[in-house]
């Protein structure tokens, strides 16, 4: 399926297949890069909306201005929590890579992955094509956060 993928969709599927690796090694060991790549992803997803409808995309980093236009143009319906993500994903165009010394946690990380993860479904609700990052559960929760749900079961 990755292999049928063109343009910004092809590009995306490589940023998250970049990420799911660099997870596998520790998100804390790479928050920057994958808060980035996480929003390279969302930035390219929703520019391939623009594609599918004839549109060059404009040359912005902003996912929320992006999806933005692409609600204008009556492309796509958006939720509240897919315009917040938009939003939230749009941040680490340039802070997790052109700040001296980027101060990105495992949760914003984690958060990154998450509003990405919610652009992609997104797409797919209005019937587009999409890339799913694929991380798994014990990525996603703090360590302390694992151990509380452990004593609490035990």
Known sequence: MASERTGFLYAAGKDVQA???????GVE??????????????????????????VVPNKTHNVDDLLAT???????AATETAIDAASNVSMHAVAARYTQMPDITRGEALQAI???NAIAKLLADNGYDFV?????????HDESESEEAVSQEG
């Open 19 to 25: 990420i799911e690796a660099l997870a596998a090694d």
């Open 29 to 54: 060991n790479h928050c920057e890069i994958i808060s980035f790549l996480s929003q390279q992803a969302a930035e390219k997803m929703v520019k391939s909306i623009f594609v599918k409808n004839g």
């Open 114 to 116: 998450a509003d990405c």
């Open 132 to 140: 799913q990052i694929e991380v798994e559960a014990s990525y996603l």
């Open 70 to 76: 692409a609600i204008e143009n009556e492309w796509l």
